[in-house]
């Protein structure tokens, strides 16, 4: 696609769900990243992808946090037993390759839990 | 912990005025970029700066990286209505766009 895709656009889920975020990023982008914004604040780092594999999943908050990612395309970023503190936009970034290079921005899933 | 600390925190200027924001930060790095994001969506990249380089410019942007002082600034000249919007630093210390932002700064340019 000509961007990066996210979807849903919005989610609203009860405390205890499960919930899925996808990511599609731009054709032949080997990098993809998630990152977190809770509201009003700056973006927090979850995970780096390089091809299928996590060399960073340093910023994964939690157990309940876990994200995969296939052919080197589609990431889906995974909550477990979703708690109000989860309630945030997950953002998500792909960039041709190493570091130095422009990334770019999905619109986020903006997360909602009750 | 964020790595890149934005100042103000908050910005309220007149169309034509200039903004300037501020970014600090604690480690060494390869680059500092910078974003701006629209109603907490998606973020756009604006400009990156690598370690090497002092000044930069694009359009009405002008940024500066002062590394011995671990700062940068983001000059907007001239601005719009349309660049109301929050403005975020970004630094890429491993070398893999793992980017550590700061808080942003909120610009709001009133006509």
């Known amino acids: 696609g000509a961007g990066v895709s996210q979807s849903p656009s919005n989610k609203v889920t009860e405390k205890g769900k499960d919930v899925e975020l996808r990511c599609d990023p731009i054709?032949?982008?080997?990098?993809l990243y998630w990152y977190r914004q809770r509201l009003g604040q700056g973006l927090e780092f979850l995970i780096y992808f390089q091809g299928n594999s996590a060399p960073d999943k340093s910023g994964l908050p939690s157990d309940r946090f876990s994200a995969e990612r296939t052919g080197e395309s589609v990431s889906t970023l995974t909550i477990q037993r979703t708690q109000q503190e989860d309630s945030a936009v997950y953002l998500c970034a792909s960039s041709p390759g190493n570091g130095g290079n422009t990334i770019y921005f999905g619109e986020g899933s903006w997360l909602t839990v009750v | 912990s964020q790595q890149g600390e934005e100042d103000p925190q908050a910005l309220s200027i007149q169309e034509g005025e200039n903004a300037t924001m501020n970014c600090s930060y604690k480690?060494?790095?390869?680059?500092l970029q910078w974003y701006r994001q629209n109603s907490g969506r998606g973020l756009v990249h604006l400009i990156l700066?690598?370690?090497?380089?002092r000044e930069k410019h694009s359009g009405r942007l002008r940024v500066t990286l002062d590394t011995s002082k671990k700062s940068s600034s983001l000059l907007i000249t001239a601005s719009r209505a349309a660049d109301t919007a929050s403005y975020f630093c970004a630094t890429d210390s491993g070398g893999y766009n793992k980017l550590i932002f700061g808080a942003g700064t909120r610009l709001a340019v009133h006509p």
């Open positions: 480690t060494s790095i390869n680059n």
């Open positions: 054709s032949g982008h080997t990098a």
């Open positions: 700066i690598r370690s090497n380089e």
